[in-house]
């Protein structure tokens, strides 16, 4: 015994298990988050039962089961415990009811006592919505331009087509909408930049006013012709609309214009079901948010993620690199050297929001504010940097990631032998050539793992962002076709704030609980992709590299 | 630490029978030589201590110089002298001249790059890069700016030929340079030297880590390129000083010793000191 606890044997173990553990703690929570998440996108069945509570008529409901827990019976109503006396506490479910134009709230809880009759009946159907949420209840018919056109089973012969149709004439809208309509705006607000630009420098000739005319009109005439086409598409869109019997027997017309998808749950087999699923779950990751985030898609925040920490590594990689090899290579060491390299090393631990505030006041509004006094003066009192954006955001992450980059190429640069730069040098290599030649394409493995080091930290950041960009809805993306593509000075969405938007500011926090996850999911998706890439980018660099060690 | 050592001349006796390596009894005279590079009054001290102790010494020009002497005495740092790269090494300090071709490289206004490109240098370990072979021997000629892509491959063979190494890497031209062997290695490091086309070589113990065959083949090397460059050689083999070398320098704590033709060094040294080096009495 003492001769095992002699051998270290037990602190191995007591290693193993704590790497072990650690792994548990990391591989559970992505469980859950991916379950708790993932799970939203499957088709739950409907339910209908009848609801009767003590003391009123009984009630039917339609609707998706949420959720169920136990409550104690002292929290219910006097009234309500009587049947309950035996019992400490009682099963609650709640219960999507939808039609929310109707009810006001999707949500109910009642409690499953004063459930009857429960049932699923392979006729009911939800109803996905672009706008009032999910609507549940029995589809009736299907009438064109308010004729009715199929009832009953027939309605579902016809409504794919109709569907299709509508989502095509949907997608045109968008194409013109985002391509040339898009177009058009930029073209009128840069014409009119222009014009006010030549009116300030108080050389706005009377030619120059009649071409700025002319161009604008030609453009509004376009813009005209474009918003005539939209109106026919919409007017075409209108065509087809459904009848709907909801759980308490009031019809309600949906038009097809606003339907984003209909689905018999009860009725589908699991191989439908796993269709819906991927269809669903592709939707989310695909298209944009609805609704004030509650429904809908997260792709601008994906984007926006990525966009943010692709900017922030075109930055801070070269100003990491280039402090950390004038620290390592150019700066004689000494106090002073030492000195500025602590403080580095202790930038690391200044909280993020330190680095929000400080991008504020000092690239927002001091950096922001002059450039547009110097630069685009004619969009005043408009802000174009200003005001935060994409840009500042990246800036301010790169100065919050600059310590862990120039930390990790010092090691790297520190680690090559000095026999190699000798042998260089003994080349008549001046100390440049020694750096550009030699030394740098040797470091870049450290490089990257600085990098990797700084998007991991970066791509999860979302305190100080929320003070220099990121928006909860942005109009437009950071990259789109009209010129110069890349537009800095925009505000992005970020898939943390997302989670923080739609967890905590949401009016229907039940709704969204299942997003929170899904979205949680996908940061840390999104951060495990980019981290892999960095990381090949670098197995790549270090094969090239890797019998360095045995020099 | 730095006094003097003087000690009594000893006899006139043959030490190492040079008829053995095929080589000459010809007697070389510094008189008639064409000085290449000439060190005066040379200090050097890393920091506190001083490494090397007012050197004079000559080295003719198309001539085989061997520096000897035990592990320590100042042999790499001298010829690190030579092309400046103790600058290099923080609080080092070097007094005297060292002229080449009638040049003080020790001047202020000497271009540093520019000396080293005259001064090839071979190290005591091999030292490639991680690149391929072909970029090991063209790094001299890249960092001049030669892009040419017929210039570089002529003179990548034409190294490589001279470094007795060609027919060993032709094929592997673009692989890694860490993957060959030690011998290979070091030849390669020679292929790089002279590419940049020295006018004077440094050889720090080119031979250590080599087997026989390798050392005979970089020998000879040594012979051959004696007619294109003057070449300084560091060796703790006295039958490789013996062989290659024309006139060799005997070094002991920093300080040169002995200093003359081979012939005559080896069969008749001045000092006890160099001739107990040279039998093998001293470590
Ligand atoms: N970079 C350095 N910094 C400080 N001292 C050094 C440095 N390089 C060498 N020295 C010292 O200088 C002295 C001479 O070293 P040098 O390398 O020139 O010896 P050497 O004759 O080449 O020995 P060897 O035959 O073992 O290679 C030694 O005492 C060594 O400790
Ligand atoms: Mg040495």
């Known amino acids: 015994m003492k001769a095992w606890w002699g051998s270290g044997e037990p602190w191995v173990w007591l290693a193993a298990s704590t790497v072990a553990l650690c792994l548990l703690m990391v591989f559970s929570l992505l469980a859950f988050i991916a379950v708790q998440g993932l799970g939203f996108f499957w088709p739950a069945p409907i339910m209908q039962a009848m609801h009767h509570t003590p003391g009123t008529a009984p009630t039917r409901l339609v609707g998706e089961i949420y959720h169920q827990d136990e409550v104690p019976v002292s929290r219910l109503t006097k009234a309500w415990q009587a049947p309950f006396a035996a019992h400490q506490e009682v099963t609650r479910y709640l219960i999507k009811v939808g039609n929310r134009e109707h009810y006001g709230l999707d949500f109910r809880w009642v409690l499953k006592a004063h459930l009857q009759d429960i049932q699923y009946p392979p006729t009911l159907s939800v109803v996905e919505r672009l706008e009032w949420g999910n609507a549940y209840g029995d589809i009736e018919a299907l009438q064109e331009n308010g004729v009715t056109i199929a009832e009953g089973e027939a309605v579902w012969e016809m409504l794919e087509s109709r569907l299709q149709r509508t989502r095509d004439l949907r997608q045109q809208i968008k194409q013109i909408e985002k391509q040339p309509l898009g177009r058009i705006h930029f073209q009128l607000e840069k014409l009119r930049l222009q014009a006010r630009k030549l009116s300030l420098q108080h050389r706005l000739t009377p030619e120059k006013i009649a071409e700025f005319e002319t161009q604008r009109r030609e453009q509004e005439a376009l813009s005209q012709q474009l918003h005539d086409q939209l109106a026919v598409l919409h007017q075409a869109m209108q065509r087809d609309s459904l009848l709907l019997r909801e759980m308490q027997g009031q019809h309600i017309v949906i038009p097809l214009a606003k339907v984003v998808q209909i689905i018999q749950p009860n009725r589908l087999n699991g191989m439908e079901k796993l269709h819906y699923y991927g269809l669903r779950l592709w939707h989310f990751v695909s298209s944009d948010p609805r609704e004030a985030n509650t429904e809908g898609g997260v792709f601008p925040a994906i984007f926006g993620t990525v966009m943010m920490v692709l900017i922030m590594s075109i930055i801070v990689t070269p100003l990491g690199v280039m402090a950390a090899v004038y620290l390592q290579e150019y700066a004689k060491p000494g106090f002073w050297t030492q000195l500025i390299r602590i403080s580095v090393n202790n930038l690391a631990g200044v909280p993020s929001i330190v680095y929000g505030v400080f991008g504020l006041g000092f690239f927002v509004y001091l950096l922001g504010g002059n450039i547009d006094a110097w630069f685009f003066p004619e969009a005043a009192p408009a802000p174009v940097f200003g005001t935060p954006g994409i840009l500042w955001a990246s800036l301010t992450l790169a100065l919050l990631t600059l310590p862990v980059v120039i930390v990790a190429t010092e090691e790297g640069l520190a680690r090559i032998p000095r026999s190699l730069r000798e042998g260089s040098f003994a080349l008549g290599a001046t100390q440049y050539e020694v750096l550009r030649y030699t030394v740098l394409p040797m470091a870049t493995p450290a490089m990257m793992t600085g990098l990797i080091l700084a998007i991991a930290r970066a791509a999860g950041e979302v305190a100080p962002l929320m003070l220099v960009g990121v928006v909860k809805l942005a109009p437009s993306l950071v990259l789109d076709n009209n010129a110069p593509f890349l537009h800095l000075d925009r505000k992005f969405m970020h898939l943390g704030f997302h989670i923080y938007d739609v967890g905590f500011q949401s009016p229907n926090v039940e709704a969204t609980r299942p997003l929170v996850y899904a979205t949680a999911f996908l940061l840390v998706l999104v951060i495990l992709v980019l981290n892999l890439t960095a990381f090949w980018i670098r197995a790549r660099l270090r094969e090239r590299y890797k019998s360095l060690e045995t020099m | ?283």
């Not at chain 2, 103790?86 to 202020?108: A, M, V």
């Open chain 2, 1 to 283: 630490m730095n006094m003097n050592i003087k000690l009594p001349p000893t006899t006139a006796r043959s030490f190492i029978d040079l008829n053995l390596f095929g080589r000459s009894n010809h007697q070389y005279r510094l008189e008639d030589e064409n000085i290449f590079l000439e060190t005066k009054d040379l200090n050097l001290f890393y920091g506190q201590q001083q490494v090397l102790q007012s050197i004079n010494l000559s080295l003719p020009k198309h001539r085989v110089t061997a520096f000897i002497g035990p592990s320590g005495c100042g042999k790499s740092s001298l010829l690190r002298c030579f092309n400046r790269l103790n600058d290099l090494i923080e609080d080092s300090r070097t007094e005297g001249q060292i002229l080449l071709d009638g040049e003080d490289i020790y001047q202020p206004r000497t271009n540093v790059a520019y000396l080293r490109r005259k001064v090839g240098m071979v190290f005591q370990k091999p030292n490639p890069f991680p690149k391929s072979v072909y970029e090991n021997v063209a790094y001299g000629l890249r960092i001049q700016g030669i892009k040419q892509r017929k210039r570089l491959d002529e003179t990548v063979e034409t190294s490589l030929r001279a470094a007795s190494l060609w027919d060993e890497v032709k094929d592997r031209l673009k692989e890694n340079a860490l993957g060959l062997s030690g011998g290979q290695q070091q030849r390669l490091i020679i292929a790089r030297a002279i590419a940049i086309e020295p006018e004077i070589l440094l050889l720090d113990e080119p031979a250590s880590a080599l087997d026989p065959i390798s050392t005979l083949k970089i020998e000879e090397l040594i012979n051959e390129l004696k007619a294109k460059f003057t070449i300084a050689i560091v060796t703790h083999n006295m039958q490789q000083a013996a062989r290659v070398s024309d006139y060799t320098a005997f070094m002991y704590m920093g300080q040169v010793i002995e200093f003359g033709s081979t012939n005559v060094l080896f069969t008749t040294p001045k000092y006890r000191q160099t001739e107990d080096y040279i039998t093998g009495r001293y470590g």
